[in-house]
C-alpha cells in the first residue's frame, strides 16, 4: 500500500532536512577551503596631506560549486511535495472529478483565490490551509514565507535558483605600522567578485609626511551566501532562509494534524 497524507508528507520534510544538512556541510568545507583574498588600494591625496584613503577590493574568489543550486533545488521540491502530499487524499476524496494535475496545496496572495477553494476541504481542513495563506500578509504576501517557498520553486522549474556570496557588515582592518583609524566602513551586500570594492575609509599618519614605506592592511571581511529572493529586491541567507521554509512547512503539517487531517 501507497505511503499518503500527513505520512508521506513528513517523509518529504525529511528529506529536505537531509538536503539542508547536507548543504550546511558543503558551504562549511567550501568556506575553509577556499577563502577568499583582499588586497588593498591605498592612495594619499598629496605628499602634504596627513590622510590616506584606501579601498578593500577583492582579489580572488572562487566560483561556487554549481551542485549547490542543485541541492536547493532539492530542498525547495521536497518541501512543496511535503504540502501537496499532505492533502493530496483528502481533496481526491472530496472532489473526485477534480483532474489529480489540479490537485495541490493552494498558495495563493489573494483572498478570493482561496475562497474558490473552500470546496475543496472539509471545513477544519479548510480553515487551517486558509490561515497560513500569503494574502493575510499585506501589503507584500510576496514575503510570506510559503509565497517564498511556491515562487523559489516556480523559478527552480526554469532556472537554477540564484545563489551567491554577498559582503556583510562584518569586518576588521589593522596596520602595520599602527596609523590612527579617522573612519572605515564595509559595503554590506556588495556581490564578493574579483574587483569588487567591499570597504572603505581613511587613514591618518601619526607624523606629517608621505606614505610609510612598508604600510601593510590586513583585511578580514565578514560575507553570507544568500539566496535571490523572486519578485523581490531581496536577498536572504542561503541556509537560514531554507531553514526557516522548513521550519515554515513544519509548522504548517502540524496545524493540519491538529485539525484532523491524517
Known amino acids: 500500500m501507497p505511503i499518503t497524507g500527513l505520512t508521506s508528507a513528513r517523509l518529504k520534510l525529511d528529506r529536505a532536512h537531509v538536503h539542508l544538512v547536507d548543504l550546511n556541510e558543503r558551504v562549511r568545507v567550501f568556506r575553509k577551503d577556499y577563502p577568499y583574498e583582499f588586497t588593498p588600494q ?5 605628499p602634504t596631506c596627513d590622510e590616506i584613503h584606501f579601498q578593500i577590493v577583492v582579489k580572488s574568489a572562487h566560483d561556487q560549486p554549481d551542485e549547490w543550486s542543485t541541492i536547493v533545488g532539492d530542498i525547495l521540491t521536497n518541501l512543496r511535495a511535503a504540502l501537496d502530499h ?9 472532489n473526485p472529478k477534480l483532474p489529480q494535475e489540479k490537485i495541490k496545496f493552494p498558495i495563493v496572495d489573494k483572498r478570493a483565490e482561496m475562497e474558490t477553494k ?4 472539509d471545513r477544519p481542513i479548510y480553515r487551517a490551509v486558509n490561515e497560513v495563506q500569503p494574502y493575510r500578509v499585506q501589503p507584500k504576501p510576496e514575503l510570506h514565507p510559503l509565497a517564498i517557498l511556491r515562487d523559489l520553486v516556480n523559478a527552480d522549474k526554469h532556472r537554477s535558483v540564484v545563489v551567491t556570496n554577498y559582503s556583510s557588515v562584518d569586518m576588521k582592518i589593522t596596520t602595520e605600522p599602527v596609523v590612527e583609524v579617522l573612519n572605515v566602513g564595509a559595503h554590506p551586500g556588495v556581490e564578493m567578485a574579483v574587483g569588487a570594492v567591499v570597504a572603505s575609509g581613511r587613514f591618518r599618519i601619526p607624523n606629517l609626511g608621505p606614505l610609510p614605506p612598508k604600510l601593510q592592511v590586513r583585511t578580514e571581511i565578514g560575507y553570507t551566501e544568500v539566496i535571490e529572493i523572486p519578485r523581490t529586491t531581496q536577498v536572504r541567507n542561503l541556509t537560514d532562509a531554507l531553514a526557516d521554509l522548513q521550519d515554515k ?3 504548517v503539517l502540524d496545524d493540519l494534524e491538529a485539525a ?3
Request: proline content about 4%; overall charge positive; aromatic content about 12%.
Open 260 to 262: 484532523g487531517l491524517s
Open 42 to 46: 591605498i592612495r594619499q591625496p598629496h
Open 86 to 94: 499532505a492533502v493530496f487524499e483528502h481533496i481526491r476524496a472530496k
Open 249 to 251: 512547512v513544519r509548522d
Open 118 to 121: 473552500a470546496r475543496w476541504f
